[in-house]
C-alpha cells in the first residue's frame, strides 16, 4: 500500500475527506429509508405487480450502496498513512 502523501492526499486534507465521509453516510442512510419507504409503499398497493414501478426503490438502493462504497474507499484513503 502507499502511503498518504505518494497517494497525493496531505494531512491537511483529513479533516475535509473525513466531512465527505459523513456526508456520504447521511446520505447512504437517507437513501436506504427512501428505498424501503418506496417498497412498502409499492407492497400496500397493487403497484407491486408492475416491474415498472419498481425503478425509484431500484435507484435509491443503488445509491445508498454507491455512497457506502465511496465512504468506505476514502475511509481506506486516509487510513493507509496512519492518519486517521
Not at 475535509?16 to 447521511?26: H, L, P, T, Y
Request: aromatic residues 4%.
Amino acid at each position: 500500500m502507499s502511503s498518504i502523501i505518494t497517494s497525493g492526499i496531505t494531512p491537511a486534507m483529513v479533516p475535509g475527506i473525513r466531512k465527505a465521509i459523513e456526508v456520504c453516510e447521511d446520505y447512504a442512510s437517507e437513501n436506504g429509508f427512501i428505498c424501503v419507504d418506496e417498497v412498502e409503499r409499492l407492497c400496500q398497493s397493487d403497484d407491486w405487480k408492475d416491474v415498472t414501478k419498481h425503478e425509484l426503490a431500484v435507484i435509491h438502493r443503488h445509491q445508498s450502496n454507491l455512497c457506502s462504497r465511496i465512504a468506505d474507499h476514502l475511509r481506506t484513503l486516509i487510513s493507509e498513512g496512519g492518519a486517521a
